[in-house]
């Protein structure tokens, strides 16, 4: 089955302290990217990857990195997680360039105390 | 720059009532556009897409029509029912960069038995 598989669904943690959330999907695209949702702001991309070891910035990059070292796996990674990093977070891949379908990971729900 | 706006939610419906969830968009050159839907817990899925002008998405009783004149991409059914409830998003892509993905802000969607 085509799916992008995120983890952990959901997660509390506490300022400062590094975490990683893993993105892996199994349809041999080449774009994959990351999200935040907000309430009444929709989603803003954090970072996105055009292929391996290609990575760049999308809007609210502050805070956040990613890596690409395999096609399949794109994790995310909070350094020193902040408060007003609690949000719902959506990892995405599509086949590439173009007016492609994006499929999404089913989310995960992070926490920041 | 692009952007992407909604109308305001929620909507609350009676089971088969006629939707219409407005979208309109600002962008410069030929974008194309998407409606995602988010069930409950879940991720974005695409919904339905339009690539040019008068082009017309269908998908599950959902329609939009890409209209370039007023620039809006309107999803509407003719019929809704309790399982249609939901969050929706419009959402451009522009044929420049790397195709990222501009959103709304989603509007949920409540329909009452």
Known sequence: EAQVTQNPRYLITVTGKKLTVTCSQNMNHEYMSWYRQDPGLG???IYYSMNVEVTDKGDVPEGYKVSRKEKRNFPLILESPSPNQTSLYFCAS?????PTEAFFGQGTRLTVV | GD??????GPVTLSEEAFLTINCTYTATGYPSLFWYVQYPGEGLQLLLKATKADDKGSNKGFEATYRKETTSFHLEKGSVQVSDSAVYF????????????????????????
Do not use: D, F, H
């Open chain 2, 90 to 113: 419009c959402a451009l892509s522009v044929p420049r960069g790397n195709y990222q993905l501009i959103w709304g802000a989603g509007t949920k969607l409540i329909i009452k038995p």
């Open chain 1, 43 to 45: 989603l803003r991309q």
């Open chain 1, 94 to 98: 599509s086949k590439g360039q173009g």
């Open chain 2, 3 to 8: 952007s992407v706006t909604q109308m305001e």
